[in-house]
């Protein structure tokens, strides 16, 4: 199920991110003072790209309006990439650009492992839990089994000794 609100913060995101970065490259002196509006677009960009995925997904119609919105967004985002990978260049910095879609790559898969460990570990814990769960109730099967077998052979013994003593008596 698609949560709206999700979206709709993914949408706001972006639109807000877009509108800093115009603000920001009007008063801005040079590249480097741009970072911090870029690396919000970037971020926002990359949760918009995520809420479109899970519109596609979804295959639900009514959705295609949200996707649509934010799918203009994201191009937005993509011409602005563009236009500031093109300002890069003609600073004569597009080592640096590269080395940035490097890093964020690189932490993009850092998180993406994290996330992944951190659901194999939910996922571990799980299994033992239920392994834990299985364990006490094959004790409490045995305890039961063998109580009630000691119950049963007490029994046993004891009918046995009552009718062997009856028999004593009756003999002697």
Do not use: C
Request: neutral net charge; proline residues 1%.
């Amino acid at each position: 199920m698609i949560d709206p609100v999700s979206i709709g913060l993914a949408l706001s995101g972006i639109q807000k991110a877009v509108s800093l970065v115009k603000h920001a490259a009007e008063t801005a002196q040079d590249l480097q003072s741009l970072g911090p509006a870029l690396g919000k677009l970037f971020s926002s960009a990359s949760n918009g790209e995520k809420a479109v995925a899970e519109v596609k997904a979804s295959g639900n119609a009514s959705n295609m309006e949200i996707a649509m919105q934010i799918e203009l967004e994201l191009d937005k985002v993509r011409e602005i990439k563009a236009y500031y990978q093109l300002e890069f260049m003609k600073a004569g910095k597009v080592d640096v650009w590269n080395k940035i879609l490097e890093r964020a790559g690189n932490m993009d898969k850092a998180d993406k492992y994290a996330a992944q460990a951190a659901e194999d570990r939910a996922k571990k814990q799980k299994e033992e839990q239920e392994e834990f769960i299985l364990a006490a109730l094959v004790v409490i099967l045995l305890v039961f089994l063998l109580g009630g077998g000691y119950y049963v052979v007490t029994d046993i013994v004891e009918t046995a000794k009552k009718e062997q003593h009856s028999n004593y008596k009756r003999k002697h």
